[in-house]
């Protein structure tokens, strides 16, 4: 079986990424790939808002510099813009005079043909006790989570399964209407779901690309809908190692984190021997800067400090690989940080991940505030024993066998937290300053939403029907 069985994506306020596992690598495996996804949605997954999220990809060790408009497309203005603000929202007027808060969520709701359904609705409240039903969802294109941004009526749906986006808005009901769509089809893009794994970075400017078929970076806008321009990058392939790239930003900075991993016809547990970092100035969209970094071999989830700081770690799915398969194989047990105002890694700081899980794989760090973070670790115990010969290794790595740990930053060791349930995926959700995971119960029909409290225990909070795969807040 594929790795393709599982995806996560990550949302955030300020920092963000697609973390979308790489279940489908390339774009010739995709329309495969999502067949076998489908025989495991339990086990799989934007607003990201990441963030597997989960993914955005481009990459370029020789950028060709800074954005250009599209042959098919004229850009649509000046690329200059302002940070989207908190308070900001469209002159409409029912909109702003309601005070009452308004969430977005989208679920995925499996039938017992295997057959999925993703549904888009609002509620008013994410907190403990609180349930939504399907009543007044809309339906959106399978396995495809809406994002936006609070202040404004809309949700986007970026598709997993054709080149478009979709604007949705919420009426004076809280029921979504389905509004224009913008196709990038021009750019020879096929799916565009990664788009959703990043936060707008400004009103009228957001940013994508294909995780893992890396050329270009996409800029659109939200505003209009229409395609803005796009930053052409290259990136090399070594032997079978193809390039894949994550994008995060801060408010200064745009980066393309690249990493290099085995072609998928081959053999995907295996990756590169560095990292780089590339960094893009938003309001040139030129590439400024391009650092090598040897510590890690793949960077794949970030989560901001409230200095500004970025921490960047793996993917946990990958973790267990190096103790099934032998050192060749997975990835390095590593979280590296780019300090506020920097464009590379702090040579002075790097966390071993297994160094302060008692030597258990781990991965998917991620700060919930400046003290404390969540990271996911592999128990071994919890799984099938590996065969003679570890011919069953592939299944095993699929079963539920991870569980959240707690971290105190700078502590010696993390702290398993206690009464939870082993999972085998995630997802990450950035609301009210909260951080939020979504667990699926053990018959796969519901979901809740469980904060990751700095206290270091999971707080149940929304439930309802399917697979929470996103939330955002509208109002």
Same mark, same amino acid.
């Given at each position: ?285 030129? #590439? ?6 040897? &510590? ?5 989830? *970030?989560?901001?400090? %409230? $200095? =500004? ?58 700060? #919930? ?6 990271? &996911? ?5 919890? *799984?099938?024993?590996? %065969? $003679? =010969? ?79 795969? =996103? ?5």
């Amino acid at each position: 079986m594929r790795d393709g069985t599982r995806r996560a994506r990550c949302c955030t306020d300020g920092w963000s990424l697609d973390i979308q596992r790489p279940g489908c690598p390339y774009e010739a495996d995709y329309s495969e790939c999502r067949s076998e996804t489908l025989h495991m949605v339990r086990s799989c997954s934007v607003a990201i808002v990441l963030v597997w999220g989960l993914g955005l990809g481009c990459g370029g060790v020789k950028p060709l510099g800074g954005a250009q408009p599209p042959a098919e497309l004229a850009s649509d203005g000046a690329l200059d813009s302002q940070p989207l603000g908190p308070g900001e929202a469209l002159e409409d007027p029912v909109w702003l005079a309601s005070e009452d808060p308004l969430y977005a969520v989208t679920t995925r709701i499996t039938t017992t043909s295997e057959a999925t359904h993703t549904f888009l609705l609002t509620v008013p409240s994410i907190g403990p006790g609180t349930r939504f039903d399907l009543e007044h969802a809309v339906e959106l294109d399978a396995d495809t989570a809406a994002f936006g941004t609070q202040g404004r009526p809309f949700a986007y749906a970026a598709s997993a399964s054709v080149p478009t986006i979709t604007r949705w808005r919420v009426q004076a009901d809280g029921v979504f209407e389905q509004g224009p769509l913008v196709n990038f089809e021009s750019l020879g893009m096929r799916r565009v779901d990664s788009a959703g794994s990043l936060s707008f970075f400004a009103r009228d400017k957001a940013y994508f690309c294909n995780r893992f078929n890396p050329s270009q970076i996409v800029i659109w806008n939200p505003e209009t809908m229409s395609l803005r321009g796009t930053i052409p990058l290259t990136l090399p392939v070594a032997g079978e190692m193809r390039p894949q790239v994550v994008l995060s930003q801060r408010s200064d900075r745009i980066f393309a984190v690249v990493s290099w991993q085995q072609a998928h016809a081959y053999d995907w547990t295996r990756f590169g021997d560095h990292v780089q970092v590339i960094s893009i100035d938003p309001t040139t969209d030129g #590439v400024v800067g391009s650092v090598d970094e040897a &510590r890690c071999n793949l960077l794949s989830w *970030v989560s901001a400090a %409230s $200095d =500004g700081a970025a921490y960047f770690s793996p993917a946990s799915y990958y973790a267990p690989l190096r103790s099934v398969l032998g050192e060749a194989s997975g990835v390095e047990p590593c979280t590296l940080r780019i300090p506020p105002d920097a464009d590379s890694f702090d040579a002075g700081y790097s966390v071993d991940l297994a160094a302060i899980t008692s030597g258990r794989p781990a991965g998917d760090f991620f700060l #919930v505030s400046d003290t404390t973070a969540f990271l &996911r670790v592999w128990h071994a115990e919890l *799984v099938t024993p590996l %065969s $003679d =010969g570890n011919q069953n290794w592939e299944s095993v790595v699929q079963e539920p066998g991870f569980l959240w740990w707690t971290w105190q930053v700078g502590a010696e060791q993390a702290e398993r937290v206690t009464g939870q349930r082993p999972s085998n995926d995630t997802q990450i959700f950035v609301v009210d300053g909260k951080t939020y995971t979504s667990t699926l119960s053990e018959d796969g029909a519901s979901s809740v939403l469980e904060q990751l409290d700095p206290g270091g225990e999971l707080r149940p909070g929304l439930t309802g029907p399917g697979q929470i795969l =996103g939330v955002f807040r509208l109002r």
